[in-house]
């Protein structure tokens, strides 16, 4: 015998509430399936998943078209980061930087490599480190690092700070989107079983063939276990 399970995705729940919005045989009168209580919150309770849904997509879609451009603006950036502190390291190491020097740009002293930087954060603050440590050692009168230039290196950063930021709020907006779901699912879920409560026990009095034929028409999902015949 095939038993009742509840829908586990929103494109079922939707489909659900679907096949009871568009069957104008559970609105007569005379042959009244489920109660007007609850067909009333059917159409509200349809809208907003189905809008809650879409504006999940859409955000998940600019999210996901965002992905690919800030890998290569991350790359471009932690390259110049990289290469100016490289340059920076070998002028130290020829003696026309200073040691001392590299505490400007938020190394230690002692420092011998280059800080991690495979996180956006971490090229973000070395970044803007190196960046306000060359224009304050060339305030004091030393000679600029060339290439990279530390203008390039502050563009390179500027273009994936902002588009890294904006990636940031299109995650967090991801985010909303799908809490906005999940907060209507136990209502949702709630609508459905008064739903299917009150159309099994509509055509109860039918034969098992006719019976769930009838349930399945208006949403009501069904499954059969393992190995089990599937007879009506």
């Keep these: 015998m095939p038993y009742r399970r509840l829908p586990k995705t929103d494109a079922a729940r939707l489909k659900a509430l679907d096949a009871v919005l568009r069957n104008d045989d559970i609105y007569t009168v005379r042959n009244r399936v489920v109660d007007w209580k609850v067909l009333n919150k059917c159409r509200p309770a349809y809208d907003r998943l189905l809008t809650a849904v879409e504006q999940h997509k859409i955000r998940l879609l600019a999210q996901k078209r965002a992905s690919s451009k800030i890998e290569r603006l991350q790359r471009n950036a932690t390259m110049y980061v990289s290469h100016f502190l490289q340059v920076l390291f070998l002028a130290i190491e020829r003696g026309e930087i200073k040691q001392q020097c590299k505490t400007l740009y938020g190394l230690p002293e002692d420092a011998t490599s280059i800080p991690p930087l495979k996180q956006a954060e971490q090229v973000l603050a070395i970044g803007e480190k190196a960046v306000k440590g060359e224009k304050l050692r060339i305030k004091k009168g030393g000679l600029p690092i060339y290439n990279p230039t530390i203008g390039k290196v502050s563009t390179h950063l500027d273009i994936f700070r902002e588009t890294w930021f904006d990636q940031r709020r299109k995650m967090d907006q991801t985010a909303k989107a799908l809490a906005d779901i999940q907060a209507l699912r136990p209502e949702i879920d709630e609508i459905i079983l008064d739903l299917w409560n009150q159309i099994e026990a509509h055509?109860?009095?039918?034969?098992?063939?006719?019976?769930?034929?009838?349930?399945?028409?208006?949403?009501?999902?069904?499954?059969?276990r393992r190995h089990e015949p599937h007879i009506y």
């Excluded at 055509?203 to 069904?222: D, T």
């Design 203 to 224: 055509y109860a009095s039918l034969p098992p063939e006719e019976r769930f034929q009838a349930c399945r028409k208006l949403g009501v999902i069904y499954y059969y």
